[in-house]
């Protein structure tokens, strides 16, 4: 840096000298200003007239002064304006203007100081073959602005159509010329016609051709940014992306910029704060009269957390983005380059939530709250994430989904969080399409929920599954118009009743759930009762104690002999100690689906107690109860009556005689009798 004010101050005097300038302590002070305006160590208007021009430099204002009558009117340039340029051997360059006294300077020198060298350009040789002069980039406008927030109309900032780059895009994976640059661009230009073509062959090369340098990023040492290190060795970091982009965009004749800035990538920290140097490097290329953004590191692929391991996995999202989402990681450090309007202040970038490229490709569109950090009301925090197709959803809470109630919407989902321990807490949501076969979810979104009390009355069971309740998922196995929309059911007296429409060829299992209960099995499965009407099903549950239950449903096909498959669950909450309702009667094979019981509900019956009966059953020619003595029951307008004493026995039997011309009967129920 020293070396290059002494070579600026040395020129500016001998050329403030030959335009027979009185002061040669001036070239000292412009020299000063010039390498202090470009190094960014003063981005706002100075006194001396500096006013950015757009594109990361800075231009100067016409100094004032006044007429003789005390107006004030701007001085003309002199003509006799000379201009010298030169290159350091790091890559600087610096181009000096000397104005005699009372002129205004037409331009400040370009100063560029990069994360790594930049090449020079060659002055001879083959290294200047094919390149095409492109005009000088001019600095956004109001035609290149958009608004924000995001608009949700497309992704883009700019009509693609991907399928039309389909054979574009077959053809730049292919080629493999590493010699030259411009040998390079020369290739990929055979198939690209318009800017746009041009365009899409330079990225798609490098996503699939450039690798991130780990090495390099841990060891500066051993790292180039040149263009031309960058081919021939296929890897670097974002600067070097970030250059080779520029450089083969500007040998196709297509005017590029190299920005830098802030980044929400490797090492964000949620709510963290951005001071220092510029972390991240990305380019702007101008398209059909605009300008528009995109990062062909991160279209590249990823990096393990532990930052040891680059895999090649293309991210179509940070090809021409939309400037609105864009903004969600990428902070230019000239905020003209945001390309919206209004722009964010480094505060906003700071306290916006982070939404991924993930986020959006899956067809999100807005989440809430819109902040990072979140802080519990009365011990509870809710999301919730609206889309515009059918989404699956999941999350992590510390690392689990225990203390949270998640429920699917037609177009997004809702979760509430009841953290069980103050402080800080890492909420992650998971997301993947309805129809993906696969079963993984990608991450999404993050949050940190900050929790200053706890609601101990919201602890989950261990066995709630999420998402919760009732959704379009449910729907699309089969389970329609619920009793119940809501993810949870409270009851005072602990029985609830629970009514779906059923599709067709559809069978039905479900048991309960508790953390507080040493439920069997069976007994899980006999605290619920079925009942079928038609394609009506009824699932009648007594809770055994007061607490809180989970409800699991499952399904299958009549026709498949398999197993069940999981479907959804409710959470049951019931505060009533008192409760204590008993299981229902155990039911055997020859109980048939459509069967029905009226009474008695209950599978415990009273000692030396007349009991009445009442049943519905079809099909059957006699129906008996075994206790102590044998008891028929009467058909009567389809129901089965009579009575049963339970004296002097402990199990009492429901048999059934299917044919009459059958000397044989089968158990359907079975009920226990209490001990005296």
């Known amino acids: ?237 974002c600067e070097g992306y970030a250059g080779l982009f520029e450089q083969m965009c500007s040998i196709a004749g297509i005017q590029c910029m190299k920005l830098s800035g802030y980044s929400k990538g490797y090492e964000y920290k949620m709510g963290q704060t951005f001071t220092g140097d510029s972390d991240h490097a990305w380019n702007a290329v101008y398209l059909d009269g605009r300008w528009h953004l995109l990062d062909s590191t991160w279209g590249s692929g990823v990096v393990d957390d532990s930052f040891t391991k680059f895999t090649f996995r293309y991210n179509e999202f940070y090809f021409l983005t939309h400037p609105a989402l864009f903004i969600n990681n990428h902070f230019p450090d000239n905020r003209n380059w945001q390309l919206l309007k209004p722009t964010l202040t480094l505060k906003d970038f700071e306290n916006n939530m982070l939404h991924n490229s993930n986020f959006y490709m899956l067809g999100l569109l807005t989440a809430h709250p819109e902040t990072a950090v979140i802080h519990t ?41 009841y953290p069980q321990k103050t402080g800080s807490h890492k909420l992650q949501i998971f997301a993947k399409p309805s129809k993906a076969s696969e079963e993984v979810y990608n991450c999404v979104l993050e949050y940190v929920v900050e929790c200053k009390s706890v609601d101990k009355a919201m602890r989950f069971p261990k066995d709630l599954h999420q998402p919760v309740g009732p959704s379009w998922f449910t729907e699309r196995q089969g389970f329609l118009r619920p009793s119940h929309p809501d993810p949870i059911i409270h009851t005072n007296d602990g029985r609830c009743s629970v009514t779906f429409t059923l599709g067709k060829d559809i069978s039905v299992l479900a048991s309960l759930h508790s953390d507080d209960s040493s439920l069997t099995e069976d007994m899980r499965r006999r605290h619920i009762m079925q009942i079928h009407r038609g394609n009506q099903i009824e699932l009648k549950i007594h809770l055994p104690h007061a607490g809180n239950f989970v409800l699991k449903i499952y399904a299958k096909k009549k026709s498949d002999p398999g197993n069940y498959d999981y479907i959804f669950n409710y959470l049951i909450t019931c505060l009533n100690t008192e409760v204590k309702w008993p299981a229902f009667p155990q039911s055997y094979s020859k109980w048939a689906e459509d069967y029905e019981i009226l009474e008695p509900l209950s599978g415990l019956l009273p000692a030396n107690r007349n009991v009445q009966f009442k049943l519905k059953m079809h099909g059957i020619a006699k129906v008996l109860v075994q206790a102590e003595n044998t008891y028929p029951l009467t058909q009567s307008r389809g129901y089965w009556e009579g009575t049963c004493n339970t004296s002097g026995c402990r199990e009492v039997f429901v048999m059934v005689h299917e044919n009459a011309n059958h000397s044989f009967y089968s158990h359907v129920l079975k009920y226990e009798v209490e001990t005296q």
Request: aromatic share 6%.
């Open 377 to 417: 009301v009365n011990g509870k925090a809710s999301v919730s994430v609206d889309c515009r197709s059918a989404t699956l959803f999941m999350f992590k809470l510390k690392g689990t989904d225990e203390h949270g109630l998640m429920t699917l919407k037609k177009h997004g989902m809702k979760l509430d969080i």
């Open 1 to 237: 840096m020293g070396n290059v004010r002494s070579f600026c101050i040395a020129w500016a005097r001998r050329l403030c000298q030959s335009c027979g300038s009185e002061d040669e302590g001036k070239a000292d002070n412009l020299a000063h200003v010039e390498v202090g305006a470009v190094t960014g160590q003063d981005r706002q208007p100075s006194s001396t007239g500096l006013q950015d021009d757009g594109n990361g430099n800075c231009r100067s204002q016409p100094p004032q002064g006044k007429d003789l009558n005390g107006q004030r009117v701007s001085r003309k340039p002199c003509e006799r304006t000379q201009a010298v340029t030169s290159y350091s051997n790091e890559g600087t360059q610096v181009t000096v203007e000397i104005h005699p006294k009372d002129t205004t300077p037409q331009l400040f020198k370009k100063l560029s100081f990069g994360k790594g060298p930049r090449r020079l350009p060659s002055l001879r040789g083959q290294d200047n073959k094919g390149f095409q002069r492109t005009k000088a980039p001019q600095p956004p406008g109001g035609k290149d602005l958009h608004t924000y927030p995001w608009d949700k109309s497309s992704l883009k900032s700019m009509p693609v159509d991907l399928q039309q780059f389909e054979k574009l895009d077959a053809y730049a994976l292919k080629v493999n010329v590493k010699n030259s640059v411009e040998e390079l661009v020369k290739a990929l230009l055979k198939q690209a016609r318009t800017d746009l073509e041009k365009v899409r062959a330079i990225w798609m090369w490098i996503c699939h051709h450039i690798e991130y340098d780990i090495v390099g990023y841990h060891n500066k040492s051993q790292l180039s940014s040149k263009p031309i290190d960058v081919l021939q060795t296929g890897k670097s970091i």
